[in-house]
């Protein structure tokens, strides 16, 4: 089976699911986007996971935005 999780690493501080919503659901339907976070300090730990419908939109967002900084 083909994945459809995207692993959205080294991602600043300040990024907003929002923000990434935006950037990564030009790839194709998401199911879901999370921004990954503390509980002690309700910040951002720096990463998120991005789940596609198809393997092959999740491939795209990996080659689309390998290297993109956020």
Do not use: C
């Not at 935006?22 to 998401?30: D, H, M, S, T």
């Not at 199911?31 to 720096?46: A, I, P």
């Amino acid at each position: 089976m083909a994945q459809t999780k995207v692993w959205i690493g080294n991602i600043s501080y300040e990024t907003t699911q929002e923000l990434l919503r935006e950037k990564f659901i030009q790839f194709g339907p998401l199911r879901d986007l999370v921004v990954m976070m503390d509980k002690e300090t309700g910040k951002s730990r720096g990463f998120a996971f991005a789940t596609y419908r198809e393997p092959d939109h999740a491939q795209a967002a990996v080659a689309g935005m390998n290297g993109f900084r956020l």
